[in-house]
């Protein structure tokens, strides 16, 4: 609230608007990447429905409400696929990839998938107001099997002509109990959780700014396996406060950035003993851009972070730095961009790493609507503190992993003035990781497993995707179709699983959508096929699953609006693991009621 009242002073009033629009600025890197794909998530209330809308995508679910989820991209593992909210990594140095269920999917409104730099950001909806509106609010309930209550309320709030704000409560509560193929039921399955979250945004003589606050509470069952149940318990809390900043000061010179705090806890009871997780962050992030003509652009940018952990077994903390320097060059119906980033981590008491990472990205348009981009470049992937320092585990001559990602795409639009829109893409990519970490027995003792860099791994593969929709006067509809397949070899020299799979990378991915409204009333469907999964045991069953919805809006007065929905998820009734031994629920039904005020 400071953050908003400071700048609202201080800066020079904006052009009036309706709605609070703006970009989701990424103040940690200098890189302009054309091949991003923009997921809607406005039917999206949990995070293992994103893999209906992009192929590519990799989940690890552990089962149901409570399972811990991580997300993965191109073959690459969760701990290399970097999470953003609203522009801000959101980092976890304990594991590597923070765990998914502590986002607020009913309060986004898209997702950003950046391939070059393999990485999502989700983005928080901004305040939508009609003229002569300053509030409007909504609340809503979702309710369904297994004991499931989800109850969330937003408010907006237009405080001037160039800010607004909103608040977001959120809450989950389940028993988590679904019936597995053999009869028997999901055990320790069970959630109670609590969100919430404070934005404010406003617009500037040419920039804007965005605050943020969030919360998220979870106490839970750890379910473990099929094979072995368990009864462990786990609460986790998450709290952090952000702001970022776009600012023009001049046709010369644009500035980007933005800064975080944040406090993550967790509390693990178990037969074995209980452990507690507590970690800080710090993070300061900015991007300076520069016009050096009406064709040629540079950038720097310059990053540091400070994560401190503290485990019953370990303690450790680490310093980042990043700083990087760009150039572009727009020819027209070519845009060429390069740069180099520096990279350097240095952990307290533990030694340091540093790397270099060249970079470079083109797009070229073709014309009539098509358009063709390219992007290589070399990623690192610090090994995470429980890999490094964990007792009993950690392994503290680890090297980072060495990945090369490159990629190549062709893309197409064509549209009409009565609202019809048709397209098409076709991309192809080739990763390359080194050092892979992963974990084997020790000579001294094959029952003790440490992780070590022996791991190279060689993902080749290629995206379709195609989706034709209308906008008209009464009718909105929309048809899509996604494919990806996935050729993710281990070339480890010597290793067991030399020239397999990838563990738990699908071979072939096919997603496909339809979306239909008209007079309030709205209707969809989301369908997948994952084939062609392994893990250290072998091959693993293909899956599909449909998910089918419904709902009705009803105007009641002035703009007070009811909405009724139901939703059937996984409708074909498929009993499939996203990872061996963790069942996911089969057939389940949701059914919501909302006010809009």
Known sequence: MLLSIFLTALLPPAQASDTLLGVTVI??????????????????????????????????????LSGLKSISLRGLGSAHTAVYIDGVKAANVQSGQPDLSFIDFRSLSSAVIDYAQNSISFNTARPVFTSGQSFRGRASLEAGSFGTWMPSARLDFRLSDRVGASANLGALWSRGDYPLADGTRRTNNDIRQFKAGADFWGSLHRGEWHAKAYLNSAARGVPGSSTYPSDDRQDDANAFIQGSLHKAFSDLYTLDLSAKASLDEMFYTSSWGDNEYHQKGLQLNSTHRFALGKRLGAALNASVSHDALKADSYEASRTGITAGISASLDLRRLDINAGVQYDAWLDAGRGSRQAFSPWADLSLDLGGGAGLNAFVRRAYRVPTFNELYYAGYGNPELRPEDAVLSGLGLKWNRSSGDGWKLTASLDGFYNLLKDRISSAPTEEDPNIWLPYNTGRVEVLGAEAGLSLGHEGTRLDWGLRLKYAFQDATDRTPDGSSYGMQVPYIARHSLSAGAHASCRGWSASLDWILRCGRFDSYGQLPDWNSLNISAGKEFSLSGRLALRLGIKALNLLDCRYEAVRYYPLPGRSLQASVAVTF
Not at 31 to 42: A, I, P
């Open 27 to 64: 103040a940690d890197r200098a890189v302009v990447v054309s091949r991003t794909d923009t997921l809607s998530l406005e039917n999206i209330s949990s995070s293992d429905e994103l893999v209906y809308l992009a192929p590519s995508l990799g989940l690890s679910d552990y089962g149901g």
